[in-house]
Nanobody, 116 residues
Framework: QVQLVESGGGLVQPGGSLRLSCAAS????????MGWYRQAPGKQRELVAT???????AYADSVKGRFTISRDNAKNTVYLQMNSLKPEDTALYYC??????????WGQGTQVTVSS
């Protein structure tokens, strides 16, 4: 059974930092492309950042220079380091795992709230 379990969300003041983690089980983690997405109330889910199985990175323009995605294949975990957080970063953040054969898995999400 595939599980993606996110953690690390919470309430933070503007300008603060958070580090999200997503622990994967039930998949051969190293061959999956991993990503973070977010969905704010009343908005569509949007891509935040991705890291391929080969380590290629991609970011949404809105988070470039502030967020960093990384992975640890030995721990089956993908991370999202979020710095200089803004109120508009408030959303439910989801972890995603997909491969080139159509497999596509999602976590349950972790809430990030940026507010003073």
């Amino acid at each position: 059974q595939v599980q993606l379990v996110e953690s690390g969300g919470g309430l933070v003041q503007p300008g603060g930092s958070l580090r999200l983690s997503c622990a994967a089980s039930g998949i051969r983690f190293s061959i999956y492309n991993m990503g973070w997405y977010r969905q704010a109330p009343g908005k569509q889910r949007e891509l935040v950042a991705t890291i391929s199985s080969g380590g290629n990175l991609a970011y949404a323009d809105s988070v470039k220079g502030r967020f960093t995605i990384s992975r640890d294949n030995a721990k089956n975990t993908v991370y999202l380091q979020m710095n200089s957080l803004k109120p508009e970063d408030t959303a439910l953040y989801y972890c995603n795992a997909r491969n080139g054969w159509g497999a596509d898995f999602w976590g349950q999400g972790t809430q990030v709230t940026v507010s003073s």
